[in-house]
Structures are given as C-alpha cells and as structure tokens.
C-alpha cells in the first residue's frame, strides 16, 4: 500500500477511535471535579497497567490524528500537494506519530 | 449539514482544537494541577471554563462530521444509515449535555 493511502486510513480509523473514548474522557473529567475522593480515584486510574497501555494507545491515536489533520489542512492551503512532497510529509506523520507515542510510553509505562 | 458546510465544520472546529490542545498540553507539561482543591479552582476560572466549552463544541461537532462521513462511505442501507445516524447525533447531543453539566457544576 503507498504510503499516503496507509496515512489516509489510519487517520480515518484513529478518528472513530478518538470518537470512541469522548465518553471515557468525559467520564473521568466528571468523576476529578466530583470531589477529593472522585479526584483520587481518576488519578489511582493511571495506576493500573493496562489502562496506562490504553492510554499510550490514546494518545497515539490523538498524535497521528493532529499530524495527518494538520497535513492535510497545509495540502487544503495548496502546500506540500505535489506527490513527491505528499509522500514525504506522509512519512513524517507515521514517525512523527512513532516518536511521540514512544516519548508518552516512556513517561508513562 | 451540506458537503460544503460540513468541510468547512471540520476545518474551523481542528484548527479551534489544534489551539486549544496546544494550550492545555502546555499548561499540563508545565503547570500541572498537585491537588484536588488546584484543579477545581483551575477548571472554576471563567476563562477556562470558556476554553474548555469551546473545545468541548469543536470536539462534538468534529466528531458528529467526521464519523458521519464514515457511517455514509460504509453503511449502504438506508434504515441502517439512517438508524446509526441518528444513534450518533442523540449521543453526541447527550455528551454535550453531560459537558455542559460538569461545567456548571465546578465551583471554587
């Protein structure tokens, strides 16, 4: 598969993702602001491995979501929509988006 | 919503996100709230409470255009589409509801 249509996927199915944890986020936000006991029970959350692997997994959706948005609002613009550019910047979204999920792993794993 | 329209939702409403995620990361990297009484009083302030409602609308109706478009390249049927539409538009509505509450309720 070229690369751009890999990109184009994955920033399409990392968007149902993100959809998909709204009611998750917006849980935990209600449950912190519910009082000291709500707060430290959201914050005991980050406690438990596998919601920590659930996190990183979130927050590589949310990275190569932002970067493939942002490329494509540059390629709205008419900048990088030429191939030879679009394949490139396709490749820096999936490592940008490598990078930053390994940075967000290794400060929270 | 019309195709024109709705490109222009998910365009307006990412780069609003873009904004604001760029400002609460920031303000988590660098100032992250140490108790409960410092991120309620941080959430209590009107201008966070504006920002945080202005992400929260951006946020739904990105979502509403962006998993609209899915639903319509991948749910033929019409009953179906019209079933997983409305499913969606009733629980982003609910969500914002949901927001809207936690907001109000947040006092100092």
């Known amino acids: 598969m070229p690369v ?5 996927i994955t920033h399409r199915v990392t968007g149902v993702f993100l959809a998909l944890g709204i009611p998750f986020a917006v849980y935990v936000l209600d449950l912190s602001l519910q009082g000291p006991q709500g707060y430290a029970q959201a914050v005991a959350w980050f406690d438990n491995f596998a919601l920590r692997i659930a996190a990183v997994a979130l927050v590589w959706s949310l990275a190569y979501h932002l970067l493939a948005g942002t490329r494509h609002l540059l390629m709205d613009i008419d900048m990088g929509s030429l191939l030879p550019a679009a394949r490139a910047s ?3 979204v999936n490592l940008a988006g490598l990078a930053l ?4 792993a290794a400060a929270l794993l | 919503m019309s195709g024109l329209r709705a490109w222009l939702v998910q365009r307006v409403s990412a780069v609003c996100m873009l904004l604001l995620i760029a400002f609460f990361l920031a303000h988590f990297l660098f100032d992250p709230p140490r ?3 410092a991120w309620r009083d941080w959430m209590a302030t009107p201008g966070i409470g504006i920002a945080t409602s202005v992400f929260f609308a951006a946020l739904l ?3 509403w ?3 609209r ?3 319509m390249d991948y749910v033929h049927p019409l009953a179906l589409r019209v079933c997983a539409l409305t499913v969606l ?3 982003l509505v609910a969500i914002a509801a949901w927001v809207a509450r936690i907001l109000v309720q947040v006092r100092p």
């Open chain 1, 4 to 8: 751009g249509a890999w990109t184009s």
């Open chain 1, 90 to 92: 396709a490749w820096i």
């Open chain 1, 101 to 104: 999920t390994l940075l967000a």
């Open chain 2, 35 to 37: 108790s409960y009484p």
């Open chain 2, 61 to 63: 109706s990105h979502a």
């Open chain 2, 65 to 67: 255009v962006g998993v």
């Open chain 2, 69 to 71: 478009d899915v639903v």
């Open chain 2, 89 to 91: 538009g009733f629980g």
